[in-house]
């Protein structure tokens, strides 16, 4: 699996309810999408962050997205965004009858000295830990070997449950706008 995101910062022309209705128009086509696990469409007021984030069960299935029609609308409206990629260690939805509305980011620096394979041992247990955690929808773990950098993604109903629960070096949060998740049947390998 691979997780995905890039990050649009509005342009001072660009009203926030543009982007509101740019999410109502266009989640349908990824409903349903064969080789994505989930799409979330976040969203920063404050900094005017617009940052969907994927998790793709299929490479070739992101693949053929980033090289598509759909991600060049994407470009044409905004500019081409610098896409970051992940390799996923976890992933899982927890509660599939939660409809989150926060979005909790953390990414941790790993030091040179730690050993990936007792690192990945060891947030896969943290990660499964949270199964039955009140709130939570779900819950990604994330590598990034280019930067040597851990992620951890989750979905949360309220900020209430989200509250104080990241503890990393770097911590982004988003409102979700819309989470687009393919039918159980079109998940090619959930973590």
């Known amino acids: 699996m691979i997780a ?15 982007i509101r209705t ?6 349908a086509m990824f409903d349903n999408l ?9 969203f920063s007021p404050e900094d005017r962050l617009y940052a969907p984030f994927y998790i793709w069960a299929d ?24 896409v970051r990629t992940w390799n996923v260690l976890s992933y899982d939805v927890f509660d599939p009858t939660l409809t989150p509305t ?3 980011r953390e990414s941790d620096a790993i030091e040179p000295e730690v050993r990936l394979s007792e690192l990945a041992k060891t947030e896969r247990a943290a990660h499964n830990k949270l199964r039955g955690l009140s709130g ?9 070997p280019d930067r040597w950098e851990l992620v ?28 687009s998740t393919p039918p159980a049947g079109k998940i090619l390998g959930a973590a």
């Open 59 to 82: 490479h070739d299935a992101a693949r053929d997205f980033l090289i598509g029609d759909v991600f060049q609308n994407v470009s044409d409206t905004f500019s081409r965004p610098r």
């Open 152 to 179: 951890r993604f989750s979905l949360w109903r309220d900020e209430a449950a989200g509250k104080n629960k990241a503890h990393a070096d770097s911590v982004q949060t988003y409102e979700v706008l819309h989470l």
């Open 22 to 27: 740019r999410v109502q128009q266009r989640y």
């Open 136 to 144: 939570l929808h779900s819950h990604a773990v994330a590598l990034d």
């Open 34 to 42: 064969p080789g994505l696990a989930h799409k979330s469409y976040l």
């Open 102 to 104: 926060l979005a909790v």
């Open 4 to 18: 995905m995101q890039y990050t649009i910062r509005l342009a001072d022309d660009y009203g926030v309810q543009n």
